[in-house]
């Protein structure tokens, strides 16, 4: 079981969208106001609309043109976030925006995590897009430490008996307390290798995630 915040949706607007969008909208309207009141106070007779057709048609090129390359961009960017183009206009990053990656690539990282078996469970899970096609993702887990002490015997291929003799060596407590010291060490830096190991599994299944921070419960 987690508990998924959907972080964002408007949490945060970019300022100079705003402005800019703002000032577009009252020059434009303030230049059709103008000119519209000019016309009528001032009429004037019908003129050749050559030009006028010329840049009407030279606005449809461009405007064609950037359409174009933006439908090629955002299909590019559903393929790559494994949607369909639809759900990508519909789910996917707003630029001007702080928005949730989909629901189900939130559950497809979780995944990863509850499947691994170091892993007890996962909690307060969050998910945020900084960017387009660039999000991050934030959990909270629970380690089984008997499983992370197993799999770093493994790795460091540590030998029990020996570790043993070594503890029976001791002649005072100060040296089983270095050694307990030692050990403790080796079993947070177990841990970190851990949590960098459940980070690129989850980077490798949803490539949009590119910060990736996983806390230890």
């Known amino acids: 079981m987690y508990f998924c915040a959907r972080e964002g949706f408007s949490r945060e607007r970019y300022a100079w969208s705003l402005v800019s969008g703002v000032g577009i909208f009252f020059l434009g309207c303030g230049v059709s106001v103008y000119h519209g009141g000019y016309g009528i106070l001032h009429g ?3 003129k050749d609309l050559t030009v006028a057709f010329q840049v009407l048609a030279a606005s449809l090129v461009f405007e064609g043109g950037t359409m174009i390359v933006a439908f090629r961009q955002v299909t590019a960017s559903a393929r790559r976030a494994g949607l369909t183009l639809r759900e990508y ?4 990053p707003d630029p001007s925006a702080v928005q949730s990656i989909p629901e189900t690539r939130i559950r497809l990282a979780v995944q990863q995590l509850q499947e691994d078996d170091v892993v007890n469970s996962v909690q307060d899970v969050k998910s945020v897009y900084i ?8 959990a909270e887990v629970l380690f089984s ?25 001791f002649e005072n407590e100060g040296q089983f307390a270095m050694y307990l010291k030692d050990h403790g060490d080796r079993v947070v830096d177990s841990l970190g290798d851990e949590v960098d190991r459940l980070e690129v599994k989850i980077q490798q299944k949803v490539p949009e995630v590119k910060h990736c921070d996983i806390e230890i419960l």
């Open 89 to 92: 206009v519909r789910y996917g």
């Open 44 to 46: 004037s007779e019908m």
């Open 145 to 169: 430490g008997a499983k992370v002490a197993d799999r770093m015997h493994k790795r460091e291929r540590m030998d029990l008996k020996e570790e043993l003799e070594k503890v029976k060596a």
């Open 131 to 138: 960017g387009p096609d660039k999000a991050r993702f934030k």
